[in-house]
């Protein structure tokens, strides 16, 4: 070997493993619910994988949010989107994956699960994928296959697999509805009755797309059902606001609505936009007739901007939980027992 083979050898062996280190989270990484433990970050700094505190409690959710602009929405939730107390401890372990410990690092809240191979290390990708890697570099577990309320740009949704909208805003726990791709081919959202579950599933939008069987966000910002003869049924408009300046997500938020928002990459005081939404009409696509509807019972729902529902309570009528406004609405007065045409508030 000349002295330049050696020198450039060294030289590889040198750069190249920092190179990779530089954003793989190597085993042993530890990451701690409190404030000031810094998150994982993508290479790009876009994505942040930690602990993030939900408003004033002082409870965590383990969460992946973009990490630049000032609105750290939340993509992707673990632990069923169950808050954590502070001292919480996630770690990445070679057999169990990534884990979430109770303070005291006793009992496992949470973890990645079964993941067949030994873990080499873990990458949050400027995708927003977190993903862990095997010994033989293969990908053992990424967040992208265990969506919870967002699908991203280069993320596919399986057939069987859901979307599901959190309980409102800062709950991120199951909430009412959910985006599936059935194994008939067709795409659907969903209202569930909880707690019974099955008893009122009852569809507010089905594409009827048939043979479908993945619903594809493309890496243009382009979403479209795929079909298995490979047509696409394009659901994005054909003009995506560019992909290089721009987050997108699609989100089913908590009032049922899915949503294709975009976001400048931009630093400043910008704010998420609506590309396209579903349904059109959420107040007349879910009716009354199974459970309450958008709202609360004898709540009335009106569309708002972006297709946006919001809730109203009639006159004579107030808000059961005044905090949550998309609750049910009880009379004002209490109607007596012996009162003529009970029940009927309108008279
Ligand atoms: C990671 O991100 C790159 C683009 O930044 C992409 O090409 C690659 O497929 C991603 N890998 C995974 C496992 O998500």
Same mark, same amino acid.
């Given at each position: 070997m000349t002295y330049f083979t050696?020198?450039?050898?060294?030289?590889?062996l040198l750069i190249f493993p920092l190179h990779i280190l530089a954003q793989t989270i190597p085993l042993g990484s530890s990451l701690i619910a409190n404030d000031e433990t810094t998150p994982w970050l993508s290479q790009s700094g876009d994505f942040a994988f930690g602990f993030k505190k939900i408003q004033s409690q002082n409870q965590f959710l383990?969460?992946?949010?973009?990490?630049?602009?000032?609105?750290?929405?939340?993509?992707?939730?673990?632990?069923?989107?169950?808050?954590?107390?502070?001292?919480?401890?996630?770690?990445l372990n070679p057999q169990k994956g990534l884990i979430l410990r109770d303070p005291k690092g006793k009992m496992i809240i949470w973890s990645t699960g079964r993941i067949g191979s030994n873990v080499a290390y873990a990458v949050m990708n400027d995708t927003g994928n977190f993903v862990l890697v095997g010994v033989d570099s293969s990908v053992l577990w990424e967040s992208f296959r265990y969506p919870t309320d967002t699908l991203m740009p280069t993320q596919i949704l399986e057939i069987n697999n859901k979307l599901v909208a959190r309980k409102s805003e800062s709950f991120f726990v199951p909430g009412r509805f959910y985006l599936r791709m059935l194994s008939d081919g067709n795409l659907v959202l969903v209202t569930q009755s909880k707690p019974?579950?099955?008893d009122y599933d009852a569809e507010y939008y089905n594409n009827e797309a048939n043979s479908g069987y993945r619903l594809v966000f493309? !890496?243009?910002?382009?979403? &479209?059902? /795929?079909?298995?003869? #490979?047509?696409?049924?394009?659901?994005?408009?054909p003009k995506v606001p560019s992909i290089s300046e721009n987050y997108?997500?699609?989100?089913?938020?908590?009032?049922?609505?899915l949503t294709h928002?975009?976001?400048p990459k931009s630093t400043g005081d910008q704010k998420w936009s609506t590309l396209w939404s579903l349904p059109d009409n959420i107040c007349l696509a879910i009716l009354d007739d199974v459970g309450s509807g958008v709202c609360g019972f004898?709540?009335?729902?009106?569309?708002?901007?972006?297709?946006?529902?919001?809730? !109203?309570?009639?006159?004579? &009528?107030? /808000?059961?939980?005044? #905090?949550?406004?998309?609750?049910?609405?009880?009379?004002?007065?209490?109607?007596?027992?012996?009162?003529?045409?009970?029940g009927n508030p309108e008279e």
């Amino acid at each position: 070997m000349t002295y330049f083979t050696k020198y450039l050898l060294v030289l590889v062996l040198l750069i190249f493993p920092l190179h990779i280190l530089a954003q793989t989270i190597p085993l042993g990484s530890s990451l701690i619910a409190n404030d000031e433990t810094t998150p994982w970050l993508s290479q790009s700094g876009d994505f942040a994988f930690g602990f993030k505190k939900i408003q004033s409690q002082n409870q965590f959710l383990l969460c992946i949010y973009y990490a630049k602009i000032k609105d750290a929405t939340i993509v992707w939730y673990a632990n069923g989107g169950n808050l954590v107390p502070r001292g919480s401890i996630a770690e990445l372990n070679p057999q169990k994956g990534l884990i979430l410990r109770d303070p005291k690092g006793k009992m496992i809240i949470w973890s990645t699960g079964r993941i067949g191979s030994n873990v080499a290390y873990a990458v949050m990708n400027d995708t927003g994928n977190f993903v862990l890697v095997g010994v033989d570099s293969s990908v053992l577990w990424e967040s992208f296959r265990y969506p919870t309320d967002t699908l991203m740009p280069t993320q596919i949704l399986e057939i069987n697999n859901k979307l599901v909208a959190r309980k409102s805003e800062s709950f991120f726990v199951p909430g009412r509805f959910y985006l599936r791709m059935l194994s008939d081919g067709n795409l659907v959202l969903v209202t569930q009755s909880k707690p019974t579950n099955f008893d009122y599933d009852a569809e507010y939008y089905n594409n009827e797309a048939n043979s479908g069987y993945r619903l594809v966000f493309d !890496e243009f910002g382009s979403v &479209y059902i /795929l079909k298995r003869n #490979n047509q696409r049924l394009v659901l994005t408009p054909p003009k995506v606001p560019s992909i290089s300046e721009n987050y997108h997500r699609l989100s089913l938020d908590f009032d049922g609505v899915l949503t294709h928002y975009y976001h400048p990459k931009s630093t400043g005081d910008q704010k998420w936009s609506t590309l396209w939404s579903l349904p059109d009409n959420i107040c007349l696509a879910i009716l009354d007739d199974v459970g309450s509807g958008v709202c609360g019972f004898n709540n009335v729902c009106n569309l708002g901007e972006n297709q946006r529902p919001y809730c !109203e309570c009639p006159k004579g &009528y107030s /808000l059961i939980d005044p #905090n949550n406004k998309y609750g049910s609405c009880k009379p004002k007065f209490v109607p007596s027992c012996d009162e003529f045409g009970q029940g009927n508030p309108e008279e």
